[in-house]
């Protein structure tokens, strides 16, 4: 397998820090692109550096930050969300009616709690934040189920950085906040043992199949045996357990394929019988429904990185006047989100999500530097954080096409 490993260690922010930095707010630098950066990135498997022959990955420009700014603003609020939402799942395990409200569906209650109860491991999530260097980090979501820009945030900004700062156009003294890698192999290393790891996704979609040839590469170098296979390629067995084509049973599978999803089949109803290790584990379905916004809300009101939300059924939407971003409970890649400013649409995305109801939160618009509306992806691996990824669009509403741009600590 190919080498993601860095040669040498990196600079952690904990290590090697200047004495003096000059301090700078958040913001956007245009920079010279490397010359060799798509041959770079060919050697290093990023296949989906442009899609439909537009450009993804952009290093034109890349976010600066102040390494107060990581700490303070975006790592500690990270932690201290997590372990809300931890909270926010104990309780609606305890209230089918919360589960209902959340848009799950009742025959998969009875497996995400026994999944809570025993603890099941997760491995990762994206918590996606409104920041702009001024006041507290806003959640907008959590991606706590399939999140992707994954590979990007984790190894081609390292090795951008690393590059850059190699050719004299970012001081010596840049860093980056990023550990995803090394924390990825860490957590399968914690997991690994005896039987094989599956890993499935939609294959013939090319950013899934290639973030989760990244995850089974961490997966490997954590000590697992992996085999990769097409989500369709999956069955479900008389005996009420999951096997693959060739007619092994799958012991433990990471999928990058919402349980929303698995959940809309017929079969899925045979999943609580099944005997598999999944990752993410079930209950991340309770944290993957925005309906965890209001959730988060009413556990703790005036949170300073919590935005007021309210499911759109509940009178104190009134609350939130005529500012508000309305979100379908189960959404991808920013469709069905619906923007409203002094009353009026301010963007609207299409998309077939919506029949399980719909959130209110309220309106936090996305910090706009030359034109270009970014977001910051903060990660979380095993319950701790480990690094950013900003996204930035046109539009106000992050999409799939949405370019993905590096960032480095310079300050």
Same mark, same amino acid.
């Given at each position: 397998?190919?080498r993601?490993?860095?040669d040498?260690?990196? *600079?952690?922010r =904990?290590?090697?820090?200047?004495?003096q930095?000059? /301090?700078?707010?958040?913001?956007?630098?245009s920079?010279?692109?490397?010359?060799?950066?798509?041959q770079?990135?060919?050697?290093?498997? &990023? $296949?989906?550096?442009? *899609?439909?022959?537009?450009?993804?990955w952009?290093?034109?420009?890349? #976010?600066?930050f102040?390494l +107060?700014?990581?700490?303070?603003d975006?790592?500690e609020p990270?932690?201290?969300?997590?372990d809300?939402?931890?909270?926010? /799942?104990?309780q609606a395990?305890?209230?089918?009616?919360?589960?209902?409200?959340?848009?799950?569906?009742?025959?998969a209650?009875?497996?995400?709690?026994?999944s809570?109860?025993?603890?099941?491991?997760?491995?990762?999530?994206?918590?996606?934040?409104?920041?702009?260097? =001024?006041?507290?980090a806003?959640?907008?979501?959590? !991606?706590?189920?399939t999140?992707?820009?994954?590979?990007?945030?984790?190894?081609?900004?390292?090795?951008?950085?690393?590059?850059?700062?190699?050719?004299?156009?970012?001081?010596?003294?840049?860093?980056?906040f990023?550990?995803? =890698?090394?924390?990825?192999?860490?957590?399968?290393?914690?997991?690994?043992?005896?039987?094989?790891?599956?890993l499935? +996704? /939609?294959?013939r979609h090319i950013?899934?199949?290639?973030?989760?040839? #990244?995850? $089974?590469?961490?997966?490997?170098?954590g000590?697992? %045996?992996?085999?990769?296979?097409?989500i +369709?390629?999956?069955?479900?067995?008389?005996?009420?357990?999951l096997?693959?084509?060739? !007619?092994?049973?799958?012991?433990?599978?990471?999928k990058l394929?919402?349980w929303e999803?698995?959940?809309?089949?017929?079969?899925?109803?045979g999943?609580?019988?099944?005997a598999?290790?999944?990752?993410?584990?079930p209950?991340?379905?309770?944290?993957?429904?925005?309906?965890?916004?209001?959730?988060l809300?009413?556990?703790s009101?005036? =949170?300073?990185n919590l935005?007021? $939300?309210? &499911?759109e059924?509940?009178?104190?939407?009134?609350?939130?006047?005529?500012?508000? %971003?309305r979100?379908?409970?189960?959404?991808?890649?920013?469709a !069905?989100?619906?923007?409203?400013?002094?009353?009026?649409?301010?963007?609207?995305?299409?998309?077939?999500?919506?029949?399980e109801g719909?959130?209110?939160?309220?309106?936090?618009?996305?910090?706009?530097?030359?034109?270009?509306? %970014?977001? *910051?992806?903060?990660? *979380?691996?095993?319950?701790?954080?480990?690094?950013i990824?900003?996204r930035?669009?046109?539009?106000?509403?992050?999409? !799939?096409?949405?370019?993905?741009l590096p960032?480095?600590?310079v300050?």
């Amino acid at each position: 397998p190919r080498r993601l490993w860095r040669d040498g260690h990196r *600079i952690d922010r =904990h290590l090697g820090r200047p004495q003096q930095r000059r /301090v700078v707010p958040m913001q956007r630098v245009s920079i010279g692109e490397r010359p060799d950066w798509q041959q770079r990135a060919k050697e290093l498997d &990023f $296949a989906f550096h442009s *899609i439909d022959g537009e450009p993804y990955w952009d290093e034109t420009a890349y #976010y600066a930050f102040t390494l +107060a700014e990581i700490e303070r603003d975006l790592e500690e609020p990270s932690k201290a969300l997590d372990d809300l939402c931890r909270l926010a /799942v104990e309780q609606a395990v305890r209230d089918p009616r919360l589960m209902d409200r959340l848009g799950i569906p009742q025959h998969a209650h009875a497996l995400i709690a026994k999944s809570w109860r025993r603890n099941d491991p997760s491995l990762y999530g994206r918590f996606d934040f409104c920041y702009d260097g =001024h006041g507290p980090a806003r959640l907008l979501e959590y !991606n706590a189920d399939t999140p992707t820009a994954l590979y990007e945030a984790a190894v081609f900004q390292w090795h951008w950085l690393e590059e850059q700062r190699k050719a004299g156009r970012l001081p010596k003294s840049a860093d980056q906040f990023n550990s995803i =890698h090394e924390r990825l192999v860490g957590r399968f290393a914690e997991l690994a043992g005896q039987g094989l790891l599956h890993l499935t +996704a /939609v294959s013939r979609h090319i950013e899934d199949r290639g973030t989760t040839e #990244y995850i $089974a590469e961490c997966a490997r170098a954590g000590g697992f %045996a992996t085999q990769l296979i097409d989500i +369709a390629d999956i069955g479900l067995g008389t005996d009420g357990q999951l096997y693959d084509a060739e !007619n092994r049973r799958i012991e433990r599978l990471f999928k990058l394929y919402p349980w929303e999803w698995l959940y809309a089949e017929e079969f899925s109803r045979g999943l609580a019988s099944t005997a598999t290790g999944f990752l993410e584990p079930p209950w991340k379905l309770v944290l993957s429904s925005k309906g965890l916004l209001p959730l988060l809300w009413e556990l703790s009101p005036g =949170h300073p990185n919590l935005l007021p $939300a309210y &499911f759109e059924d509940d009178p104190r939407t009134a609350e939130l006047g005529d500012r508000y %971003a309305r979100k379908p409970l189960f959404s991808r890649e920013g469709a !069905n989100v619906t923007l409203v400013e002094d009353g009026v649409t301010l963007a609207s995305s299409g998309g077939c999500y919506g029949t399980e109801g719909f959130v209110r939160q309220a309106l936090a618009r996305l910090p706009c530097f030359e034109g270009n509306h %970014a977001v *910051i992806g903060s990660w *979380i691996i095993a319950g701790q954080p480990a690094g950013i990824g900003l996204r930035e669009d046109r539009s106000p509403v992050t999409r !799939n096409s949405s370019r993905f741009l590096p960032h480095a600590i310079v300050g």
